[in-house]
Nanobody, 115 residues
């Protein structure tokens, strides 16, 4: 059974930082591209950051320079380090494991950036 369990979301003030974690089980973690997506009400999920098995990264333009995606293969965990957070970063953040044609989602963790 595949499970992706996100944690680390919460309320943070503008300019603050958060670290999201996604613990994966039931997959061969090192062979999957791991992604973070975000979603706000009424909108589609959008890619935030992506990290391939070969360590290639990709970021949404609005997150470049502020967010960092990293993985710990020994712990089957992917992280999203979020710095200089803005109110517009408020969303539910989802972890995704992708290895075509397989694709799995976590349940999401909410992030609220507000003073």
């Amino acid at each position: 059974q595949v499970q992706l369990v996100e944690s680390g979301g919460g309320l943070v003030q503008p300019g603050g930082s958060l670290r999201l974690s996604c613990a994966a089980s039931g997959i061969s973690f090192t062979s999957y591209t791991m992604d973070w997506f975000c979603q706000t009400p009424g909108k589609q999920r959008e890619l935030v950051a992506s990290l391939t098995p070969g360590s290639t990264t990709n970021y949404a333009d609005s997150m470049k320079g502020r967010f960092t995606i990293a993985r710990d293969n020994a712990k089957n965990t992917v992280y999203l380090l979020m710095n200089r957070l803005k109110p517009e970063d408020t969303a539910v953040y989802f972890c995704n494991a992708d290895k075509w044609p397989l694709n799995y989602w976590g349940q999401g963790t909410p992030v609220t950036v507000s003073s």
